[in-house]
């Protein structure tokens, strides 16, 4: 029988706290903004348990048998994980619930080989911050990135150990040594914060290693203090003080921002080392975790983590039509139901099998493999961002700028016209075409009303259309580059966007609690816009920025602004009137400003104040200012189009609440947006346009 160390509850009701507080951080539940502090308590946890077992085990027999270790975390961790990835790659090809998911395939065959955190970090996301992500549909392997870090753990630590304990014998020196390694990951965390910045500060297993060490370090300590004197009973005393502690860095850490993405987790961590001492001796907080419900809760808390997340991504507002405490009690309801019913009739029987290591080993490569060849067989590549449109399609659209033929018209304009919608795709003659099938309405929308305008003459040659901007830019203008290489005809176009970029280049903006300047965005117009509209002459080149102009900025020698003070507004209208006269300069034969609909952020916590109206009328108003000053600008009323059709509040339109869909974004083109286009290259008066 293998050594093994006595059990305590009072653990497992250290689990149950720690996961039900990340349960309700990723419910929105608020007094939980900082509830991602369980993860770095599971840290610290996993690794005093692991490191107890080792350090047993050679005191027991003299050595560690690693085969005998990594057979049983295969069979403890593998099942359930594989059970959960398999799931979701079936899902992934069956139905539509993760269609919007920006690399699905990358996120699956990085959580099967245990570097889930090293992807999401090479990725364009970010962890602390929602919004410059921008994301369409949140990843359901998400949180498979602490369980990266804590499987990279396995690999080395027990080999470390190993390795120290046949060299060194004496337990002070040992200690000593685990210490120093303890101390050196815990000083490397805000050494990464800072030059590497807040993501791998919370992603990379440099910067997190250090909470499952003083775990570790830990179990050495009290390994060798119980065997000399035993732990003195005023331990007790730090339990109710580390959990308290604990309880208010998960009240008040805040969701984006904050002391967790610079560094300051080892201090969490110091702070949960407390607990684990406190509980080792008799206490009222110890028997309190040792309470059957915490504890049954924390006995399957591995799979309880597992599989939260992927159901609370697909049971959302929009499939159940529940919000609220409702919603949460649903998805609370599943999560509990799915992870008894795994470990009771997966995880255990599989867990407690007298099974071969040979035979344990042979299993985990073939679920690895398999798992693995299906992600890379079954799960769909998509378009990455929901928004981005497909190299065929931006091929078949791109602008040919070596056609010299002027702009102009080639038959004179006809007198009025009714402009209905959808059924039919203004063309450039006076007259309307068919248009093959029309862009889908979406369910529950109302249509934008019929307007009357004077129609447009056909013209020379297509209109050259630039869309320029953020990732909301960037959506609108696939619409754009499909409209435009369906009808080649009408319309060439492209687009050049920046994500988490606005036309704002200076100063440091705030989100969340973090004060910073725009990483990528200076100097991104001279670099990749000015270039564009000079090779490609456009005859009009889109602008449009969805929030990033109007969050919290400060300036040099100013205190932290907002868009209603008089400064704030002074140095945008500076960087907006260069924008303007760079592109012009730069060849563009007009620019128009898109005004776009007001975010209306449903899925996420607004740290920014980017859905209040007052704010994006500072831009509005600035757009009109800039047009009255320069006949070469126009402006185009897109907020005031949707608004009328009731599309800017239809989830189905954008369903992120900011991204309008590639269907949405081609049906806009065609009723509305094209057709106004070419009335401001042509100087035209448009319905949704103001006047030239």
């Known amino acids: 029988m293998r050594p093994t160390i006595a059990y305590q509850p009072a653990l497992d009701g250290v689990r149950a706290l720690a996961v039900l507080a990340v349960l309700l951080f990723h419910g929105g539940v608020w007094g939980f903004s900082g509830g991602y502090l369980g993860v770095s308590v599971f840290f610290t946890l996993s690794g005093y348990l692991i490191t107890s077992l080792l350090v047993h085990e050679h005191d027991a027999t003299g050595r560690i048998d690693l085969g005998t270790f990594y057979a049983r975390r295969l069979r403890?961790?593998?099942?359930?994980?594989?059970?959960?990835?398999?799931a979701i790659v079936v899902a992934a090809r069956v139905t539509d619930w993760f269609d919007r998911v920006e690399a699905l395939r990358s996120h699956v065959l990085g959580s099967v080989l245990q570097v889930a955190n090293w992807v999401f970090l090479a990725g364009d996301g970010s962890y602390q911050n929602l919004l410059a992500q921008e994301a369409g549909a949140a990843s359901p392997l998400e949180h498979f990135w602490s369980l990266a870090i804590e499987e990279q753990f396995y690999w080395v630590w027990p080999p470390f150990i190993t390795l120290l304990f046949a060299r060194v014998a004496a337990r002070r020196r040992r200690l000593a040594v685990v210490a120093s390694v303890t101390a050196v990951a815990l000083l490397s965390a805000p050494l990464i914060a800072a030059v590497w910045g807040p993501d791998a500060a919370y992603w990379s297993t440099p910067a997190r290693i250090g909470e499952i060490l003083v775990g570790a370090w830990l179990a050495v300590a009290l390994r060798y203090r119980r065997s000399e004197r035993g732990l003195d009973q005023r331990w007790a005393y730090a339990a109710p003080a580390a959990l308290v502690l604990l309880g208010v860095g998960v009240a008040t850490f805040p969701a984006a921002g904050g002391p967790a993405y610079h560094g300051a987790l080892p201090l969490v961590a110091?702070?949960?080392g407390a607990l684990l001492v406190g509980l080792q001796v008799d206490g009222p907080?110890?028997?309190a975790l040792g309470w059957r419900p915490l504890v049954g809760l924390g006995k399957i808390s591995y799979g309880v983590y597992l599989f939260h997340w992927p159901l609370y991504v697909v049971l959302d507002e929009g499939r159940t039509g529940l919000d609220g405490v409702?919603?949460?009690a649903v998805r609370l309801g599943a999560t509990l139901a799915l992870s008894v019913v795994s470990y009771r009739l997966f995880e255990a029987p599989i867990r407690h099998a007298s099974v071969p290591r040979i035979a344990t080993f042979g299993a985990a490569v073939a679920a690895t493999a398999a798992v693995s060849v299906a992600a890379w067989a079954l799960v769909p590549l998509g378009l990455g961002e929901y928004w981005n449109v497909d190299a065929g399609t931006a091929e078949a659209a791109a602008i040919n700028p070596d056609d010299d033929t002027p702009l102009t018209p080639i038959t004179p304009a006809p007198t009025t016209t009714t402009s209905a919608v959808p059924t039919s795709t203004p063309n450039t003659a006076g007259t309307t075409e068919p248009a093959g099938p029309a862009p889908t309405v979406p369910p529950g929308t109302t249509e934008p009303p019929a307007t009357t305008v004077p129609p447009l003459p056909a013209l020379a040659r297509p209109l050259r259309v630039l869309v320029v901007g953020d990732s909301t830019a960037r959506a609108l203008g696939t619409g754009v580059v499909t409209w435009a290489a369906a009808h080649p005809e009408l319309a060439q176009a492209e687009v050049v966007a920046a994500p988490g970029c606005g036309f704002v280049e200076s100063g440091e903006r705030r989100i969340g609690d973090s004060i910073e300047p725009p990483v990528g965005c200076q100097g991104w117009v001279a670099a990749q816009v000015l270039p564009e509209v000079a090779a490609l002459k456009p005859d009009v080149v889109v602008a449009m920025v969805s929030s990033w102009d109007i969050v919290d900025r400060r300036w040099e020698g100013e205190a932290m602004l907002t868009p209603a003070d008089p400064e704030f507004a002074a140095h945008v209208r500076a960087d907006y009137t260069r924008f303007v006269d760079e592109v012009l300069a730069a060849g563009a034969g007009g620019l128009a400003f898109v005004r776009h609909p007001?975010?209306?952020?449903?899925?996420l916590d607004d740290f920014t104040?980017?859905?209040?109206?007052?704010?994006?009328?500072?831009?509005?108003d600035l757009y009109a200012e800039?047009?009255?000053?320069r006949p070469q600008v126009r402006v185009v009323d897109l907020a005031g189009w949707?608004?009328?059709?009731r599309l800017d509040v239809d989830e189905a339109v954008r369903p992120d609440g900011i991204h309008l869909t590639p269907e949405a974004a081609e049906r806009v083109t065609a009723d509305v947006l094209g057709d106004e286009l070419v009335r401001v290259a042509l100087g035209l008066a448009g319905t949704w346009t103001d006047a030239p």
Do not use: F, K, T
């Open 76 to 86: 403890r961790l593998l099942p359930a994980s594989a059970l959960c990835l398999a």
């Open 270 to 272: 110091l702070v949960s």
């Open 285 to 287: 907080v110890q028997r």
């Open 326 to 328: 409702a919603l949460l």
């Open 598 to 603: 007001v975010p209306n952020v449903w899925w």
């Open 609 to 620: 104040g980017q859905s209040d109206p007052a704010r994006h009328e500072l831009i509005y």
């Open 626 to 629: 800039l047009s009255a000053e």
């Open 642 to 645: 949707m608004a009328a059709g």
